[in-house]
């Protein structure tokens, strides 16, 4: 027995029932069903998918089946006909049996044919003479098989519909063949919808990136590049594209070669030919391979002064100090804050001369952040804390290779850094020499060249300078260049000591006990009227500083103090007592090495204390030391 014969049979059988059931006439000639006007258009619309992927097949078949006698429907899922092809004899018999766009072949409609049952079975399958049910179909074969979307669900079929007299095997085969095609087409498209999809997230992902993004192939040209990368590059996304890369990076031939030699080519500072100007970048290169050999790289890069941004940002090199945050109402701070208030927003140059401890970081921060360039960098560095040896590449940063030891890519140095803001420079007074002769030459030029490097980098840097030297000394001395003095004194600021601030130092301490008291989770202690009494006589040679210091220590330790105030009350110059202390005529400079003499023997030798007694670091006293030749 063949069974695929006998399971056809049962097939129709069961439809023929059916068709009983839905009380189809034998007699009919047309479907029950047949959609017209608005509702079909607006049916053929909402299948317009399937119609585009299904009409192309559908007139490739009809070329074959052309003269032959056949024509081809298209319906959909529930099998309303979406689009008819054939022969102009054949399709006008079937529109004066309303087999038109919009008529209904489904089972409910017009009984048993091969397009019903492929919908309902899930199957290819041909119909032919009396096995349809109504008599007028009786003259048709028909072949039909359902079309399947991506997820496996019935979307439609395709039927051949002829004379029973041109019934073949092959014609079914022709239908399985066609919606096969029209299948795998349906595949493709959702796939190259979902690609283009992929590709536009992608493209809106890239193109939000706050860095330049560009992919070359081997030989240089440009197959992709990003919103951000045209800007910085100031170049037309559609006018680059397959453009050589020489046209903005001249160097792509070596980053290539470095790539190809296994090399990793991670945040170099590279040139970029920008038009007009010839800007700076970081850049990362990343190779495009197929295997292990190098089809292309993809280049990733960002402007300096965006990474500068970033590294002070994350760095710690913003002013966070504010004029609210110097604490005092005496008339001698009150007429320096107003001096400095007024010269703020100036590119002169600033020195800050005051006694260790007075605060003039805080008072250099506070200028820049009452000027123009307060939402720029603020850059510090103590050039008394750095070797002689390396204050040169902190300053001005230096080339890959420069020196032994010196950074894969270079480093960047304070001055580029503080592009655009302000450079503190704190103890300029401990600057070499021979650094003083470089650090003129940029404040008169206004470019760095780095260390190891030829190229120049022009800058745009507020320098504010400090010291706790009397300059003009060291300038006698040989010390400190004497047109350097000049070039930093524009507009000289003197930070009174807190001895000269007469009634700033109760408002002080009320400031100290509340913020101590806040840090260490303790009550702000009652102090005792002798220890008050102390700390007025006392004369505060580390300053604002040892102050901060001391009534840290008072408010840990609940009212009481480790400290000694007794030791230093009468070092005071000014106070009737140390007239015995300092002979009359003495320098400030001959007073310091003085009292540091006195403290380091009083205190035996112990740096530490001697550092806490003075109100002073004690790298500073170290400094001190060196400098003075003080024999310990």
């Not at 498209?189 to 809106?204: Q, R, T």
């Not at 992919?215 to 800007?231: D, L, Q």
């Amino acid at each position: 027995m063949d069974y695929k014969k006998d399971q056809r049979s049962e097939v129709i059988e069961k439809s023929h029932l059916r068709s009983i059931n839905y009380g189809i006439e034998k007699e009919r000639l047309v479907s029950k069903k047949i959609l017209k006007g608005r509702e079909r258009d607006y049916n053929i619309k909402s299948k317009e998918s399937i119609i585009k992927v299904a009409t192309p097949v559908m007139d490739t078949l009809q070329e074959i089946l052309q003269d032959s006698g056949f024509f081809i429907v298209l319906t959909d899922e529930e099998g309303c006909i979406l689009n008819t092809v054939g022969d102009k004899d054949i399709l006008l018999e079937a529109e004066k049996m309303d087999m038109v766009v919009g008529a209904y072949m489904d089972e409910k409609s017009i009984g048993t044919n091969a397009m019903a049952i492929a919908i309902k079975e899930d199957m290819p399958i041909q119909v032919s003479a009396k096995e349809h049910f109504i008599n007028a179909y009786h003259k048709w074969t028909c072949s039909a098989a359902p079309i399947h979307n991506i997820n496996d669900e019935i979307i439609g079929s395709i039927n051949l519909t002829g004379k029973k007299d041109k019934v073949h095997p092959h014609t079914l085969g022709l239908a399985v063949a066609s919606v096969k095609s029209i299948e795998n087409q349906l595949k493709a498209d959702f796939i190259n919808e979902k690609l283009e999809e992929a590709y536009e997230y992608m493209n809106a992902i890239v193109d939000s990136m706050s860095y330049g993004i560009c992919a070359v192939n081997f030989h240089g040209e440009i197959k992709s590049i990003n919103k951000n990368a045209c800007i910085m590059l100031n170049v037309d996304k559609e006018g680059i594209l397959s453009k050589s890369i020489d046209l903005v990076l001249p160097t792509w031939k070596q980053i290539i070669k470095e790539l190809q030699e296994g090399k990793t080519f991670i945040d170099r500072e590279c040139s970029f030919n920008n038009r007009d100007k010839n800007d700076r970048f970081l850049v990362n290169a990343t190779p495009i391979k197929n295997g292990n050999e190098v089809l292309g790289m993809l280049i990733v890069f960002r402007e300096m002064h965006n990474v500068y941004k970033i590294v002070n940002k994350y760095g710690g090199m913003i002013a966070t100090y504010t004029f609210d945050d110097i604490i005092g109402k005496s008339p001698e701070l009150l007429k320096v804050l107003d001096f400095a208030k007024t010269i703020a927003s100036t590119p002169s140059t600033v020195l800050i001369q005051g006694e260790s401890g007075t605060g003039k970081e805080l008072l250099a921060q506070a200028i820049h952040n009452y000027g123009i360039r307060k939402r720029q960098s603020f850059v510090a560095i103590n050039c008394g804390a750095i070797p002689k040896s390396l204050i040169e590449s902190e300053l001005f940063g230096y080339e890959e290779g420069a020196f032994t030891g010196a950074k894969s890519g270079g480093n960047i140095g304070k001055f580029q850094l503080a592009n655009g803001g302000t450079l503190f420079l704190d103890e300029i007074g401990e600057m070499p020499l021979d650094m003083q002769v470089k650090l003129l030459r940029v404040l008169q030029e206004g470019y760095i060249v780095k260390v190891g490097g030829n190229k120049v980098i022009p800058i745009d840097v507020r320098i504010i300078a400090a010291t706790n030297k009397d300059l003009k000394e060291e300038v006698k001395k040989g010390t400190f260049r004497e047109d350097l003095f000049y070039r930093l004194t524009v507009i000289p600021i003197r930070l009174p000591s807190l001895r000269e601030r007469k009634g700033d130092l109760e408002v002080l301490i009320r400031h100290y006990l509340r913020i101590k008291a806040s840090k260490l989770n303790k009550p702000i202690p009652r102090i005792d009227k002798k220890l008050i009494e102390e700390i007025r006589e006392y004369n505060w040679p580390g300053n604002i500083r040892e102050l901060e210091n001391f009534i840290e220590n008072i408010v840990s330790l609940e009212g009481k103090t480790t400290f000694d105030l007794k030791e230093n009350v009468n070092i005071n110059p000014s106070s009737s007592s140390s007239i015995n202390k300092f002979e009359e005529g003495m320098t400030i400079k001959d007073m310091e090495i003085k009292l540091i003499k006195e403290t380091i023997e009083r205190c035996n030798g112990n740096m530490t204390k001697v550092a806490k007694n003075l109100g002073i670091g004690r790298n500073t006293l170290y400094c001190k030391i060196k400098n003075y030749n003080i024999l310990t």
